[in-house]
């Protein structure tokens, strides 16, 4: 069975992803959830959790946009939610947020 491709057009999808190490993934988590409305209103169309399979603290967030304009407000917003105290508290590292176009999607099933 083939896969399917899909050349998307140019800023069809953007990700926004985020990479994170956590102190703790269960408290970390816990907070990440706490925001699915204000990722929902802010646009995010879908996300993507996984960790680092030989550093579990190792976080990586990717979520889906329609719009790079989207993808760029929302990249200001999770700027100002790292920087409070809470977020401090569980993150150990924090690289910088950077956005992708996607460019090509494709299913292997």
């Not at 050349?7 to 269960?26: I, K, P, W």
């Not at 925001?35 to 993507?48: E, H, K, L, P, T």
């Amino acid at each position: 069975m083939s896969g399917v491709a899909r050349e998307l057009q140019s800023g069809a999808m953007t990700t926004l992803h985020v990479e994170n190490t956590v102190r703790d993934y269960e408290a970390w988590k816990e907070t990440f959830d706490r925001f699915d409305r204000a990722r929902r209103d802010r646009g995010v169309r879908s996300y993507r959790l996984t960790r680092d399979h030989e550093d579990p603290h190792t976080v990586i967030v990717d979520m889906e946009f329609d719009s790079t304009t989207r993808a760029e407000e929302f990249r200001e917003f999770l700027q100002d939610v790292i920087r409070t105290p809470q977020a401090q508290g569980h993150l150990v590292d924090h690289r910088p947020i950077v956005i992708l176009d996607v460019m090509e999607e494709q299913t292997l099933a």
